[in-house]
């Protein structure tokens, strides 16, 4: 039986998180409301709330209180946050601007000045569709989509926004109860915690570090947003070692040397890159030297569009292949079962863009390479074949393993023998990536898009082996990040100039540290028998790991000290513990909460990193069928399907 809403007030909804993830799971609802809770808002009405002490639409990592030089990761013209014809969805599609699209109307027919101020203004006047930029600027756009989206609500539909924090969520009878610090409670019917990347207490070992680091005199920056870091600890002059080399890390080169007064010339002096950059100090650097698993940056993002149209995906790993797997019941090894789907996936994403890109590079033609590369066996030697025979340069040819361990074959004696090798790798890089000759990078980037959206089923699904959940799939998801996640190219060119000038020094891959009273030494597979490099200061250049059981959200450390939410943690066969993924345990289907006793609470849910669904960031390239706006619209419509029977309609039925 349904139930009912109270009579003393309308059918209400709580979004704990105002960012971009809130406002597209918001936009959603404004989308589907028409539809699906009519009776509601052609009576009492529907009231939403949102809840985030940061800016509406922007939220914290977007706001526009931070560095004026930290920039998105992403081109102008590849950033949405609507719908398109591309997304298939049980809801509508409704069409919005792109921030490209909003950045020209603004400027051609608004007041940039007024409603930007004159520094943003100044930057949008620069503006153009392969721009990189600043997230104060996106933050413009963000809060613009969220005014959209109120403007567009139905009627009977009421936004409301609260400029502060949620810090309990309790249940009164079937109302759940959501306490504000700003000392207020919100009642609501459902509550969707949407709060984005969050905050954890240090880990065990990170306190332990910490604590001895200032035993000894010394200092030691754990993991967390770069942007929020102290980084005036670091003097001038100093040696300090980072430990991580993705984005964060990238961040922490962008406020260290130009936050400091630093500055990037055009450097003519290099024929092979007439966008290489030579770093003018200001006197106030720090020396980094930094390494990581990988021992390199991040791939650069590509700085050009398909030549060959967007290749037919999925088509090895397809949705039908995947209900195949989770209809099995498991145990499903990603290893052994999945990544050979995966590798052909992204194959075949490179390479139908190198052959209808590039056809000039080629020795047959796509239909007769598509016929044999489908029968060929990922990693076979008839598959080898195929690609040697038709595909004569090595470059143009798919090498997964190279691009998840760029620094494979390098060795040096020593630091300063090894920074020109890894300048040299990760310049090619670079150059492949804005070279439109090596159009075949995008084209698998979008297959591995699709791939992870099929992984993410699979991963919600319960079917993967534990071993698989404990270390395949945190594998793919770094390989992923360091593919699809990269710095824009200026940024390498910055690093690289950086390196030049020896105030970024590259330790290679294997990274390992310890420490002693004479500070922290820092050792890497690559300098294989060269003494260790010490400093004084170690930063850990990365977002803190997941951690339900640590984190500094009070809302959801009361659930999970009451039994009401769940930290994922992966088991063997046995029981035995194999590790826990810090993730909030969500139903696959639309993130509705799961509890201790093996339950899920109907009413409340949750979307975002912080959950065991992942997606592909809150905001995504147009006409790329996003999954996270798919996933936002099956929770936005789980949401609303959870609401009560309206009190006008139970007394037109009586």
Sequence with gaps: ??????????????????????TGLLERMVASGPELYARALDGPGLDVHLVDPFPPGAGRIWRSAQSSLLAMNSMAADVTMWTDDSVVCAGPVTPGPSFWDWAREL?????PVAELGPAAAAELATVTASTFPTRRLQSHYLAAVLR???ARAPAGMRVHLHRTGAESLTEDGPDQLVGLADGSTL??????????HLDATPTDAERALQDRARELGLRYLPPEQTSDSDLSVIEPGERVLARGLGLAFVDLAVLLFEGRGGRYVVDPSDPADPQALRYVPSGREPVLVAGSPRGATYHSKTHYQLRGGRPP????????????????????????????????????????????????????????????????????????????????DPLDRLDLTALDRPLDGITAPDLGTLQPLVRARIAEDLRQHVDERHTPHLGAFVAMLSVYTETTRLAGSGVLSPRSRARDLPWWQSFFNSVASGPPGFRVRELLALSRAGFVQFLGAGMDVTLDDRGFHATSATLAGAGPVTAAVLVDARLPDPSLARTADPLLADLLARGEAVEEILRDDDGAVLRSTGLLSVRPADG????????????????GPHTTVKVAGAFTRPGMNAQSLRYNDAVARAVLAALPEPPARRRSAA
């Design 313 to 392: 995906l999925p088509h090895f790993l397809t949705p039908e292949v995947t209900d195949a797997l989770i209809d099995g019941g498991g145990p499903v090894d990603v290893g052994g079962q999945v990544w050979p789907l995966m590798a052909k996936e992204i194959g075949w994403g490179w390479y139908h863009e190198l052959f209808h890109g590039h056809p000039d590079r080629v020795r047959t033609g796509w239909a007769d390479f598509a016929t044999r590369f489908e029968a060929a066996a990922h990693g076979s030697a008839e598959e080898a074949a195929l690609v040697e025979r038709t595909v004569p």
């Design 187 to 196: 009642r609501a019917d459902a509550v969707v915690l949407a709060s984005g």
């Design 148 to 150: 959209e989206v109120i």
């Design 1 to 22: 039986m349904p139930r009912v809403a109270s009579s003393s007030r309308a059918p209400s909804v709580v979004i704990v998180g105002a960012g971009p993830r809130g």
């Design 107 to 111: 400027r051609e027919h608004g007041d």
């Design 592 to 607: 509705a909460l799961h509890t201790a006793s093996g339950g899920v609470h109907e009413q409340r849910f949750a979307v």
